[in-house]
């Protein structure tokens, strides 16, 4: 079945510290990939999407993911983080024999000021 | 600017009860999704449609009912809630064909309680 695995559940950082929030999939086809975002209270939306082209992708607020095919991989980074990007981040994976997008599990991320 | 609503916001009920989540959407989207959230599962997909009078099963549609009449709406029903179904419900629709740029949009979500 096809599936999408995020490695951290739970990540705490201070301000000015980098992030990376890994992301693997499985499914041997073409895929989108996306990244999304919720913020405390809020409803989902989209930090950023991969389609095709280019495999390092920038989104909103400085976030970006890199698309390695090799290793089934979309993982998201920010060079600095910021108390407001305390969320949680959501990678999620549409096939391309499919109109569905499956989603991970989730990586709440906590940064502390 | 167009939106998805859902109402209600927050619903406490009892087990044995029907249930129904509305989602209206006014982006003329025909896709629509309804997905649960719950803690260490991320978003798993209920039920999802990709027009009027069309409906489909996802991967935790046990319990669940959808119908499709119109465009802009697609309700969930729980035809006799239990407490495993309590969750946080979350409604999404997308565009189809030239239209689609994968995007889902989402409703702020509907707190299910069921007691």
């Known amino acids: 079945a096809q599936s999408v695995s995020q490695h951290n559940h739970h990540v705490i950082l201070s301000e000015a510290a980098s992030l990376e929030l890994g992301c693997n999939y499985s499914y041997g086809g073409t895929v989108n990939l996306f990244w999304y975002v919720q913020y405390p209270g809020q409803h989902l939306q989209l930090l950023l999407k991969?389609?095709?082209?280019?495999?390092l992708v920038k989104g909103i607020k400085g976030f970006e993911a890199e698309f390695i095919k090799s290793k089934f991989s979309f993982n998201l980074r920010k060079p600095s983080v910021q108390w407001s990007d305390t969320a949680e981040y959501f990678c999620a994976v549409r096939p391309s024999n499919t109109g569905k997008l499956i989603f991970g599990q989730g990586t709440t991320l906590q940064v502390k000021p | 600017d167009a939106e998805i609503t859902q109402s209600p916001r927050h619903k406490i009920t009892e087990t044995g009860r029907q249930v129904t989540l509305a989602c209206h959407q006014t982006w003329n989207h025909n896709n629509m999704f309804w997905y649960r959230q719950d803690l260490g599962h991320g978003l798993r997909l209920i039920h999802y449609s990709y027009g009027v009078q069309d409906t489909n099963k996802g991967e935790v549609s046990d319990g669940y009912s959808v119908s499709r009449s119109n465009t802009e709406d697609l309700p969930l029903t729980l035809e006799s809630a239990a407490s495993s179904q309590t969750s946080v419900y979350f409604c999404a629709s997308r565009a189809s064909g030239t239209g689609d740029t994968g995007e889902l949009f989402f409703g702020e979500g509907s707190r299910l309680t069921v007691l």
């Open positions: 991969y389609f095709s082209g280019d495999p």
